[in-house]
């Protein structure tokens, strides 16, 4: 029986995929920052485990506490919606170090792992705003971005060991609490300069109106494909939204 572990498993997209994973029996290990009961389903094929991908000493005890894992899929990050003039660099750094950093740092603990074993897939969730252009989005998309390029680097170098890495590109997602984590507790009108204000406010009605979105089950059905392709492909996008956006590019 083949197990995964999912980091940011407690809402959206990774509890999402840490059931879809286990109703197709496999084992997981769902992580995140703040384990706490009831999240996920009582089975004796899902353990929560603690960990912070900003925080080294949490990474290591995590994959220790883990034993050997078949797959990862880095689904932690930081949501971010602002006008770029407007963010503190404080945050900007803060949404590196989950979205980028961290990606990189749980991907390069269990490296050894699958090399050693001579298999393995690595699953970095990024965003449709790698796909296109899209407002407030710059430093998301900025961090998207890096895990985009750093992915596609990565799956040459492991393809030697028979280890894989891939990237799935979610859509616009209105179940999920995007919106409300993007702006770190502060309003969109404090994140955008006044000279700003109407174009930010017709951006975001753009952004609502759109006849498109993108499922947390679309996203849980992509990550399994992902992992279970064999064709090569590295991007995959997740939703109708991130599909036509991949379409058109």
Known sequence: MKTVLITGASSGYGREIALHFHAQGWNVI????????GVLPDSDRIRLIQLDVTDPASITA???????????????????????????????????????????????AVL????????????????SVVLGHMPL????????????????SLALELAPFGVQAKTVEPGACLTTNFAANATNGASLDE????????????????FTAQDLFTEESDVAETV??????????????????????????
């Not at 992992?227 to 991949?246: E, K, N, S």
């Open 30 to 37: 769902a992580t995140m920052r703040t384990p706490r009961a």
């Open 62 to 108: 995590a994959f220790e506490a883990a034993g050997p894992v078949d797959v990862l899929v880095n689904n932690a990050g930081i949501p971010s919606i602002s006008v770029f003039e407007g963010t503190p660099m404080a945050r900007v750094r803060e949404v590196f170090e989950t979205n980028t950093f961290g990606v990189m740092a749980t991907t390069q």
């Open 112 to 127: 050894p792992r699958f090399r050693e074993r001579g298999s393995g897939v690595v699953v970095n969730v990024t965003s």
């Open 137 to 152: 989005s710059a430093v998301y998309k900025a961090s998207k971005m890096a895990v985009e390029g750093f992915t596609a």
């Open 191 to 206: 994140l955008v300069p006044a000279p700003y204000a109407p174009w930010a406010k017709e951006a975001m009605g753009s």
């Open 224 to 249: 399994w494909r992902a992992v279970h392709d064999t064709t090569g492909q590295l991007r995959f996008p997740a939703g109708p939204d991130a599909v036509r956006l991949a379409q058109a590019k």
